[in-house]
């Protein structure tokens, strides 16, 4: 599998995201600037990484979602590459409209960062094939505008289509339905607000994440 990891002004889980790949699949993982307009041709998964792109000033994932990368993100997206976006990259995907909802303030207006249980919500997909449906693993959150919303339509779709991946068991940040994780409807893109890279090597004190990244590594190839 050849991953790449966007880097957008203000990222800081870049690294920390292409080390978890790099740890996993043996490969080297491309980093790829925001202002780049390419994407090479052989890349099998594009991930959105983790930290305050731009600042967070606007509103979280907004500018990023302007970046001329991301131009060409929707469209491999759209053409079927797989991309995950963790926490701040889940709330540029949002941004850029290849998930819905949206993010607000967390719940107790404070930052938090912890490690935190989610249940797996189903295992049939390319980013959960590693797990098994309904149990519990561990990823930190690390965030202040956490708290995912959508419209009561959209959680019906959500819901009715199987579309969410990970839901919280002590909901942190207050959002919407316990969700910690959604997918498109392809099921090519997912937005997963903890840091499953965070949790890979012996050195984390756990390695609940690392079966994130074997299951892309095992459906993506």
Known sequence: MKAAVVVFPASNCDRDAATALEYVTGNRTRMLWHKDSEIPADIDLIVLPGGFSYGDYLR?????AQSPIMRTVVERARAGTPVAGICNGFQ?????????????????????????????????TIFTNKFEAGEVVSFPVANGEGNYFADDETLKRLEGEGRIAFRYQDNPNGSINDIAGILNEAGNVLGVMPHPE???EPIHFCQDGRRFFESLAAAVG
């Open 92 to 124: 540029i995907l949002a941004e850029c409209g290849l998930l819905p909802g949206g993010f607000l303030r967390n719940a107790g207006l404070k930052f938090v960062n912890k490690p935190t249980p989610v249940r797996v919500e189903t295992s049939q």
């Open 60 to 64: 979280c994932g907004a500018m990023a």
């Open 198 to 200: 965070r949790h890979v």
